[in-house]
């Protein structure tokens, strides 16, 4: 069994079967990863210690969804939401690590050990969740930005969590780490993000230009990139999550950014598999019957305690039901983190592997059950939407616009200021046609209010938002979303209604849009053949006028360089 490849072999195949038997299912596939872990952690016939690749690969595939994710995220929409993300994750740490504590305690663990359980419990799983995101395509919605927000400032509690209890987690060693050692974290700090400003702003750009003429080339400078800062951030001390995380950072504002990412996705998606089939190996069933009652408790508390907490931090931040039910059930789980925690603990002999199973098995039991609700939210949401409402307050939150002051009727629904709907609403701005836009990306709120422009902040999955546009007596309704499950809802709501507007919906496939279409959309545009549409409109208009193409270059590169709404 030392041979790589029959440890492959056993591990792929079984992910492959019984992934297809989840996909059936319809259930998300990571269920049938931790599932194959399980039964090599049962089967006595597998002795997981010979298991090489499960000792490293596994952290490849963390490094890979933190980078691309820091590639996806806009660190100014995360600013603007800061004080809700800050507040709801402070909090909810603080009292989850009080209620493990308390828990632990009762059912008869040890002080310290209680300790560990109780830091354990208060974190979320962040691999997890991004990835149930990004196979929803909902990585870039209001919660999913809330969600990812609150998971990287848990992950650097953790981080900091960890740092304190290694003597010296660092490669570094001034002599300084012994005797001031959070003098020594603060400058190591400063300096991982003092070098990832610098580099970011003046040398990654020169770099990529310089190789983005070859595809092959591109690709392995973005790998060579990630890995190299994810080493500089363990040379430091800190973890593979903040170092791919920032790394991916470096390239958010590429213009070569989303086709690196396409090349990422599929070595992702081979390594992620391995991490959750690792998780699922950690059990060691010998305890379970020990410790059930501790495992039952925590994770009751992680799928129903939890989400509560951050309906009432983010309730009062004023965003809406829907809003705080999608990010509280993404956030209704146990972190890998929490793992590693323990696994620390256990090697420097203050907790007992009792105490690591109840960690690792709460982990699995809470990743299946949030999985699950993550996948079902739209219909878990239906039932309860009326209980989430009392967590909803009136708003204090400053980005939520009364529309009460606004003329809406005859207008056109912009959903989706950037991009295609930037032109849309610069045109009817121009036009004097009136407009009500709907965006769920703060910064572009914000400008939209400076220029007067119409605008609800909100997602346009969330039902109660779409009650605000007052569709009934709209002229025309325009999604630019490019996620079929979010139009796909628009055009239900909109038949529900017997709105009679023209809808004109994204898609991006022909296979997506004959299912757009089927659901009752007016027309159905997909970029890349509208985009040769243009072009050939283009080419009518300007084929004999060669002053129109002197200048063009600057023009065109000028609008490339614009990753947000701006006024001309």
């Not at 870039?140 to 304190?164: F, H, P, R």
């Not at 006028?545 to 002197?550: A, S, V």
Request: proline content about 3%; some cysteine; overall charge neutral.
């Amino acid at each position: 069994m030392n041979n790589i490849f029959i440890q492959l072999a056993i591990i792929l195949g079984a992910s492959s079967v019984l992934g297809y038997v989840v996909h059936k299912l319809k259930l998300p596939l990571l269920i049938a990863y931790l599932l194959v872990g399980l039964s090599l952690a049962t089967v006595a016939t597998f002795n997981l210690k010979d298991f090489e690749i499960l000792h490293f690969l596994p952290e490849i595939g963390i490094a890979f969804v933190l980078f691309l994710v820091g590639m996806e995220l806009d660190l100014r929409e995360i600013r603007k939401l800061g004080k809700p993300i800050l507040l709801a994750s402070i909090l909810q740490i603080i009292i989850s690590s009080f209620a493990g504590f308390s828990i632990a305690g009762m059912l008869g663990f040890g002080t310290i050990e209680s300790l560990y359980l109780g830091v354990g419990l208060s974190f979320s799983s962040t691999i997890v969740v991004i990835k149930l995101l990004l196979e929803k395509n909902d990585i870039n919605s209001l919660y999913g930005k809330l969600s990812v927000g609150i998971l990287l400032l848990e992950d650097l509690v953790a981080v900091m969590i960890l740092l304190g209890m290694t003597v010296s987690p660092s490669l570094v060693n001034f002599g300084i780490q012994q005797a001031v050692p959070i003098l020594a974290f603060v400058l190591k700090v400063l300096l991982l993000f003092g070098v990832t400003v610098v580099i970011n702003r003046f040398i990654l750009p020169k770099i990529f230009d310089e190789v983005s003429e070859s595809a092959e080339l591109l690709f392995l400078s973005a790998i060579s990139w990630c890995f190299i800062y994810v080493a500089f951030s363990i040379f430091l001390g800190f973890s593979v999550v903040i170092g791919a995380f920032l790394a991916g950072i470096g390239l958010a504002s590429s213009p070569y950014h989303y086709q690196i990412q396409g090349k990422v996705k599929p070595l992702r998606d081979f390594f992620v598999t391995l991490f959750f089939v690792y998780l699922g190996t950690q059990v060691n069933f010998s305890d379970i019957l020990t410790v059930y009652p501790a495992i039952i408790a925590f994770t009751l508390y992680a799928v129903l305690a939890k989400p509560i907490i951050f309906l009432l931090v983010l309730g009062g931040f004023g965003f809406r039901k829907h809003t705080m039910f999608q990010t509280s059930v993404n956030l209704s789980n146990i972190s890998e983190f929490s793992l590693i925690i323990m696994l620390v603990g256990l090697q420097m002999g203050a907790v007992s592997s009792s105490a690591l199973t109840v960690i690792a098995v709460s982990l699995i039991l809470s990743t299946i059950i949030s999985s699950l609700m993550i996948s079902r939210s739209g219909y878990v949401y239906k039932y309860i939407k009326s209980a989430i409402g009392f967590f909803e307050r009136k708003n204090p939150h400053n980005l939520v616009e009364d529309t009460s002051s606004y003329d809406l009727s005859d207008h056109v629904v912009i959903i989706g200021s950037q991009q295609v709907g930037e032109a849309l609403v610069k045109y009817f701005q121009k036009e004097g046609i009136k407009q009500l836009v709907l965006d769920f990306n703060p910064f572009q709120v914000e400008k939209l209010m400076a220029a007067k422009i119409p605008v609800v902040f909100g997602d346009m999955g969330d039902p109660e938002v779409l009650e605000i546009l007052n569709l009934q007596n709209a002229r025309m309704i325009i999604s630019t979303v490019p996620d079929l499950a979010d139009n796909k809802l628009l055009t239900e709501e909109i038949k529900d209604r017997k709105i009679n507007a023209p809808l004109i919906v994204r898609a991006e496939s022909v296979k997506q849009a004959k299912v757009l279409y089927k659901f009752g959309a007016s027309y159905v545009y997909i970029p890349d053949v509208v985009s040769g549409e243009l072009l050939v409109e283009m080419l009518k208009n300007h084929l004999n006028d060669k002053d129109y193409f002197k200048e063009r270059e600057k023009i065109e590169l000028e609008k490339l360089s614009k990753k947000t709404l701006a006024w001309e």
